[in-house]
């Protein structure tokens, strides 16, 4: 059977479903639980929030997946900020991971964003997810978080190549990436139950998100 997939905006009809996708994904991956799902609940109503970088994948006429992008900035050493993107999450059915799903949103809101005028954007991730879709770490890019520090989950896409060249920056994302894990977690227990419980990927996650690339 042939397999028809459309990316586009997601519509308030698909907001309920986004959630749960999101929920599926990202319970356990990382910590006993998860946040994901409470930060798409929460990012649409915030000011820097991306309406037109806001993206489902169907297929078969079944939401699937979503990628969700934020406003962030970089200021240079000079103190002059620079307007960039922050994707996340982006969300794929745990039964449709590892295909090629999350590349085909990635690969068409890179496009959708140079078209908006952004040239680059930042993420924080596994590098092993990202890397081969034109990412590389922050470092090379001379783009560091407050204390200098050049965090190795930390990475970096220019859209428009040579766009960071000949300046230092700092990152800064939006407000709302700082999520509070009591409302968090007081969202989640109105949702259906699911188990909280460990996986390795949780050690990984620990290890990498503490890791700093030096010189």
Same mark, same amino acid.
């Given at each position: 059977?042939?397999?028809? !997939?459309?990316? /586009?905006?997601?519509?308030?009809?698909?907001?309920?479903?986004?959630?749960?996708? %999101? &929920?599926?994904?990202?319970?356990?991956?990382?910590?006993?639980?998860?946040?994901?799902?409470?930060?798409?609940?929460?990012? &649409?109503?915030?000011?820097?929030? @991306?309406?037109?970088?806001?993206?489902?994948?169907?297929? *078969?006429? &079944?939401?699937?997946? *979503? !990628?969700?992008?934020?406003?962030?900035?970089?200021?240079?050493?000079?103190?002059?900020?620079?307007? @960039?993107?922050?994707?996340?999450?982006?969300?794929?059915?745990?039964?449709?991971? &590892?295909?090629?799903?999350?590349?085909?949103? =990635?690969?068409?809101?890179?496009?959708?964003?140079?078209?908006?005028?952004?040239? %680059?954007?930042?993420?924080?991730?596994?590098?092993?997810? +990202?890397?081969? /879709?034109?990412?590389?770490?922050?470092?090379?890019?001379?783009?560091?978080?407050?204390?200098?520090?050049?965090?190795?989950? =930390? =990475?970096?896409?220019?859209? @428009? #190549?040579?766009?960071?060249?000949?300046?230092?920056? !700092?990152?800064?994302?939006? #407000?709302?990436?700082? @999520?509070?894990?009591?409302?968090?977690?007081?969202?989640?227990? %109105?949702?259906?139950?699911?188990?909280?419980?460990?996986?390795?990927?949780?050690?990984?996650? +620990?290890? =990498?998100? /503490?890791?700093?690339?030096?010189?």
């Amino acid at each position: 059977m042939e397999q028809k !997939i459309i990316i /586009r905006n997601e519509e308030q009809k698909d907001w309920e479903v986004v959630e749960k996708i %999101t &929920r599926q994904a990202f319970y356990n991956l990382y910590v006993p639980g998860c946040v994901e799902h409470y930060l798409v609940h929460i990012m &649409r109503e915030h000011e820097d929030f @991306i309406p037109e970088l806001d993206f489902v994948l169907e297929l *078969n006429g &079944r939401v699937i997946g *979503n !990628i969700m992008y934020t406003k962030a900035k970089l200021i240079d050493e000079n103190g002059t900020e620079k307007e @960039i993107l922050t994707f996340g999450p982006v969300s794929i059915l745990p039964a449709y991971q &590892r295909i090629g799903y999350g590349k085909m949103l =990635m690969e068409h809101s890179f496009q959708a964003a140079v078209q908006l005028g952004y040239d %680059t954007i930042v993420i924080f991730g596994s590098p092993s997810n +990202y890397v081969s /879709r034109g990412f590389k770490s922050c470092k090379k890019y001379n783009v560091c978080i407050e204390n200098e520090k050049y965090p190795a989950a =930390m =990475m970096v896409k220019e859209l @428009i #190549p040579h766009v960071l060249d000949g300046h230092k920056w !700092i990152y800064h994302d939006s #407000p709302v990436m700082a @999520i509070s894990e009591e409302e968090a977690e007081r969202y989640d227990t %109105t949702l259906e139950p699911m188990e909280k419980k460990y996986l390795p990927s949780q050690d990984e996650f +620990y290890i =990498m998100s /503490r890791s700093f690339v030096e010189e």
